[in-house]
């Protein structure tokens, strides 16, 4: 019996650092699996390209990014919320409140255009502050507390301009989207997306609102001070809104109640076909903005071809599912039951 | 032919990609046998099992049930066949009745509709004839104890009239006394004729159990004996070829000064007048029935719980930890006792989760420096034996000794000098247990102060220098190294 263990007495394997290098080999399936966001949007911008002479003329490009900086923006916002395992209904309603604040402070308060914004920037992260107490702090799920937030902040807009659009005169918010200074609405929200990027990655605070997502009691017994994190992930999904809602100001020189009106399905669309998952702690930037500009191409090439606003509507629905579905196949493992 | 057999498993092989995970592996099971599968994490059992559930298809060998060669696609063709699998993590639905779950398969027995009459009255008959007619069916699963939501598994399993009942690690979520009601259960199926398959990874219960063994290593078949020709040391060499007397390695601590000192403690229902020390370089064990207490006392002192009265003395100092950052910041680790809720995130990479505890030292103004935490990262695991692909790697591909072994990880990194270990070898084979072992001492030689919460006995017995025994949220003893035996452990935790 002896003489016959003794050959499984093998046990300390040694660490093979090796191993870790033969990882960095990527297959062209994982490629396809890491890289499908980017593959649709490529795709999608060669059929674009092949359907009509007009979407790659400067005109156009110009055009889908002036009006895609916002929603990309609050995209953005989104996914964080969504990371730490939450969601934010109230994006649409306070892109409403920066976009009517700000005008406001400029027409009638006859503020100038920079603090104007900076005050309507405060006063819309407030709101996301009071989403994020009532999730991390009173225990709310932030669908309930930010559909609470959604219809207060769509009230407040409606009653502080009195449910009329109001005019904002030229030379001031319209200089977000003046061409002599390269439109700076697309230089910022560029900024920002490579800021969030970044913070994702290289910060601890990226690194935690992903970990809360993946396993919140985990994170508090490593001694990380979760509820602060998740409120934070709040006030940032509504700075980015407000700042969205100054775009829309800018670029219509008008400051509007009704703006961002289901912006918040959007927001949610992109950041799926982005791959995040709504359970949290997964979920990236880059591809949130690519999952963005994925529905802002489908709806522009559609426009191009002439097709009506309710087929697109469908056809938009059945290609979100579409790119959902390509997610899940790709990401298929063998499952255990 | 084989009619002794209701289930043969022959030569069976299982790739995935290009790693066999199973080699000509066979298994047979006799009506009325308990038969034990052994072996290390890693050495083919769950996927055996898988493949005999129908979850998983076999790529060479046959399977025969009842002297017929079984074709097998999906887990509902074994449940045909007569095989039902009891998971560690049970298949019930927590917010629907027992009776509902007992039934779920087939919840109408005649015409279009629901009997709920009939419903409740089957499953009344079923828990019955397990001895249990104090589950009321029409209780949700979900407010069941787990030792009682393994009974209506069971159950929903004898409902399908099963010839053989795969148990998957049972009793790792039981204490004493509902385990030995398992066990009564599982002699009473015998009785009826039932095959059985059992795999545990404590010895004691495989020798009490079992009529024969199965010993898997490395995904190859070592041998089937008769439980009555062989002893425990045997057994473990078998297994991973070494004796039991090495299982728990030398240790060569020196005991110093106080570090902890708990006095008069309550928090909630669990914890009651709890008053114990700690010194540095030491070991103590926390014993004790499940629900004893021991993991509440702990989390009162780390301060995720809140705290009634009493005085917990840190270093000379008295504190209140408010909460879980204020004790690590001082220098007190708790590793919680379920690693997949509590511990670890599994969908993350192994080298946040190794960081997560301690992250101020590889990151700058919240900047993390991720050159130098993956080095950190590399040279902290292998210090402690762990095997892992990548630090890229999500935690869920290691193995459960090796997800542990991350788990400590996070401890260590985080410099604590007094430790709480809350089952920290729970779900894990021989061969890790030792090496997990071998961290502890490790721990307590440069001198932290180790509390080990566990379950096992012979754990308790061959790490500690001291136990204390927990039972009813009042410690009811505490034993010296000459003084601990299973006997002496068992009487203080029962109250006997």
């Not at chain 2, 034990?36 to 005999?52: D, P, Q």
Request: contains cysteine; positive net charge; glycine residues 8%.
């Amino acid at each position: 019996m002896i003489e016959k263990t003794k050959k499984f007495s093998t046990k300390q394997i040694p660490i093979d650092y090796n191993m870790t290098e033969k990882a960095k080999k990527i297959s062209v399936k994982q490629f396809l699996i890491d890289y499908n966001t980017y593959l649709i949007l490529l795709l999608l911008i060669i059929i674009s390209s092949l359907l009509s002479d007009t979407f790659l003329t400067t005109m156009n490009i110009r055009n889908i990014l002036l009006q895609q900086a916002g929603p990309i923006l609050v995209a953005i916002g989104m996914l964080f919320v969504i990371l730490t395992g939450g969601i934010d209904l109230s994006v649409g309603s306070i892109m409403a409140i920066g976009a009517t604040t700000s005008a406001i402070f400029i027409n009638d308060l006859g503020m100038s255009t920079l603090p104007a914004i900076l005050v309507a920037l405060i006063i819309g992260t407030v709101f996301g502050i009071f989403t994020g107490i009532l999730v991390a702090y009173a225990g709310i799920q932030g669908f309930v507390a930010s559909l609470a937030t959604m219809t207060i902040a769509r009230g407040v807009a409606f009653i502080i301009t009195e449910g009329r659009p109001i005019k904002v005169e030229s030379g001031t918010l319209d200089v977000l989207v003046s061409k002599d200074l390269l439109f700076p609405i697309i230089l910022i929200t560029a900024v920002l997306i490579v800021m969030f990027t970044l913070a994702q990655k290289y910060t601890g605070w990226g690194r935690i609102v992903i970990a809360i997502g993946s396993n919140q009691t985990a994170v508090q017994l490593a001694g990380i001070r979760t509820k602060r994190y998740i409120m934070s992930t709040y006030a940032v999904s509504a700075a980015l809104s407000t700042l969205a809602g100054i775009f829309i100001a800018a670029r219509t020189s008008t400051g509007s109640a009704t703006i961002g009106v289901a912006q918040e399905l959007d927001a949610i669309a992109a950041c799926v076909i982005g791959g995040a998952s709504l359970a949290g702690g997964k979920g990236f930037v880059l591809k949130t903005v690519a999952g963005g500009l994925i529905l802002a191409l489908i709806g522009n090439i559609m426009n191009l071809m002439a097709v009506p606003s309710y087929p697109q509507d469908i056809i938009k629905g059945f290609i979100i599912i579409a790119a959902v579905l390509l997610q899940i196949l790709t990401n298929k493992k063998e499952k255990t039951v | 032919m084989h009619d002794q057999y209701i289930v043969e498993m022959r030569n069976i092989s299982k790739f995935f990609g290009g790693v066999k995970a199973l080699k000509n592996v066979s298994l047979t099971i006799k009506r009325g046998e308990v038969h034990a599968l052994m072996g290390e994490n890693g050495a083919g059992k769950s996927t055996l099992m898988k493949i005999l559930a129908g979850a998983y298809q076999k790529d060479e060998g046959q399977i025969f049930v009842e002297g017929k060669e079984a074709k097998v696609s999906s887990p509902k063709d074994m449940i045909k066949l007569g095989v039902s699998v009891i998971y560690q993590e049970f298949m019930l639905a927590p917010d629907l009745s027992v009776a509902e779950n007992i039934f779920i398969d087939h919840l109408v027995d005649s015409g279009m509709f629901i009997n709920w009459k009939r419903l409740k009255q089957r499953a009344k008959e079923q828990l019955i004839k397990l001895g249990f007619d104090d589950i009321d069916p029409e209780q949700k699963v979900g407010s069941l104890s787990v030792a009682y939501q393994q009974i209506v598994e069971i159950c929903k399993c004898l409902a399908r009239d099963s010839k053989v009942l795969v148990f998957d690690e049972p009793t790792a979520v039981l204490t004493f006394s509902e385990t030995q009601k398992l066990f009564d259960i599982i002699r009473n199926l015998k009785a009826n004729g039932v095959g059985i398959v059992y795999i545990s990874h404590r010895l004691e219960e495989i020798m009490e159990l079992s009529d024969r063994i199965t010993i898997l290593k490395d995904g190859e078949y070592v041998g089937t004996v008769p439980t009555a020709d062989i002893n425990k040391e045997k057994l473990v060499s078998m297994m991973v070829g070494r004796e039991i007397s090495q299982l728990f390695p030398k240790r060569n601590a020196k005991i110093g000064e106080e570090i902890l000192r708990v006095e008069n403690l309550s928090a909630g229902k669990m914890v009651k007048d709890v008053s114990f020390s700690i010194r540095k370089g030491e070991v103590v064990g926390f014993s004790g029935l499940v629900g004893s207490g021991r993991t509440e006392t702990m989390r009162a002192i780390f301060g995720a719980d809140q705290r009634d009265s009493g005085k917990v003395i840190f270093f000379g100092k008295e504190v209140n930890f408010k909460d879980p950052k204020d004790a690590i910041k001082n220098g007190l680790g708790f590793l919680p006792e379920d690693r997949k809720h509590q511990g670890l995130l599994l969908e993350q990479s192994i080298r946040m989760n190794t960081t997560l505890a301690s992250m101020s030292k590889v990151k700058k103004f919240d900047i993390i420096n991720h050159k130098k935490e993956k080095e950190y990262v590399k040279e902290l695991l292998a210090s402690i034996a762990t095997k892992y692909g990548s630090t890229e790697d999500n935690a869920n591909s290691l193995s459960g000794g090796n997800q542990q072994k991350v788990a400590l990880a996070k401890w260590v990194a985080a410099d604590c000098k007094c430790i709480i270990l809350d089952e920290p070898t729970r779900g894990v084979d021989v061969g890790a247990k030792t090496e997990i072992y071998n961290i502890i001492n490790q721990l307590a030689e440069s001198g932290v102060a180790v509390i080990l919460i566990s379950s096992e006995m012979t754990e308790i017995i061959g790490m500690s220098d001291r136990v204390i025994v927990m039972r009813q949220g009042r410690i009811s003893g505490e034993l010296d190294k000459s003084e601990m035996t299973e006997d002496n452990l068992i009487k203080l935790s029962m109250g006997v």
